[in-house]
T-cell receptor, first 114, second 115 residues
Framework: AQSVTQLGSHVSVSEGALVLLRCNYS??????LFWYVQYPNQGLQLLLK??????LVKGINGFEAEFKKSETSFHLTKPSAHMSDAAEYFC????????????FGAGTILRVKS | DTAVSQTPKYLVTQMGNDKSIKCEQN?????MYWYKQDSKKFLKIMFS???????INETVPNRFSPKSPDKAHLNLHINSLELGDSAVYFC??????????????FGPGTRLTVL
């Protein structure tokens, strides 16, 4: 069965600093990986996804993630944090053998300090 | 032009009551889902329907019954509400696909509080 581990339930960075949110996955089949963002009291919005092909994936709002099979990781980065990036971020793997459900990590709350 | 909508946004009710949450998507998708986000923000799939047919039914109490009158709607009915049912319930939809990597589009959520 697929699973996701997000290291660090809370990450705090200064405005303009690098953002690094960690995600490791476990999958018995080729993984399809996602990062979603949830702003307070809102639904989830897709930031980016990895399916096949290029391992460096670019998403919205300047975020990108790199799929590393050898490390079973899919960490999310952004070179320069903005105050508007403060939100909760969820990494997910698609359990596509069983109806394409998403299996989510526990989430990481990103705080951006001015 | 809302993609995935849910009603109501907030639902406060007493233990033992029966309540429903409605979900509609105007994206033309074939597949719809219900997820539960608990108080620790952990998200877990509950159900998935594909063209009105149930395809995922996780370990969810029988008190929860999804209903899909057509492929654009997936409602969630909960009988005999318990304190532990308090959570945010998200509806999502996606195109039909034979493999993973298909984006799911989420609704704004329904915050259910059981007193």
């Amino acid at each position: 069965a697929q699973s996701v581990t997000q290291l660090g339930s809370h990450v705090s960075v200064s405005e303009g600093a690098l953002v690094l949110l960690r995600c490791n996955y476990s999958s018995s089949v080729p993984p399809y990986l996602f990062w979603y963002v949830q702003y307070p009291n809102q639904g989830l919005q897709l930031l980016l996804k990895y399916t096949t092909g290029a391992t460096l994936v670019k998403g919205i709002n300047g975020f990108e993630a790199e799929f590393k099979k050898s490390e079973t990781s899919f960490h999310l980065t952004k070179p320069s944090a903005h105050m508007s990036d403060a939100a909760e971020y969820f990494c997910a793997v698609s359990d596509w053998e069983y109806g394409n459900k998403l299996v989510f990590g526990a989430g990481t709350i990103l705080r951006v300090k001015s | 032009d809302t993609a995935v909508s849910q009603t109501p946004k907030y639902l406060v009710t007493q233990m033992g009551n029966d309540k429903s949450i409605k979900c509609e998507q105007n994206l033309g998708h074939d597949t719809m889902y219900w997820y539960k986000q608990d108080s620790k923000k952990f998200l877990k799939i509950m159900f998935s329907y594909n063209n009105k047919e149930l395809i995922i039914n996780e370990t969810v109490p029988n008190r929860f019954s999804p209903k899909s009158p057509d492929k654009a709607h997936l409602n969630l009915h909960i009988n005999s509400l318990e304190l532990g049912d308090s959570a945010v319930y998200f509806c999502a939809s996606s195109p039909l696909g034979t493999s993973g990597g298909i984006e799911q589009f989420f609704g704004p959520g329904t915050r259910l509080t059981v007193l």
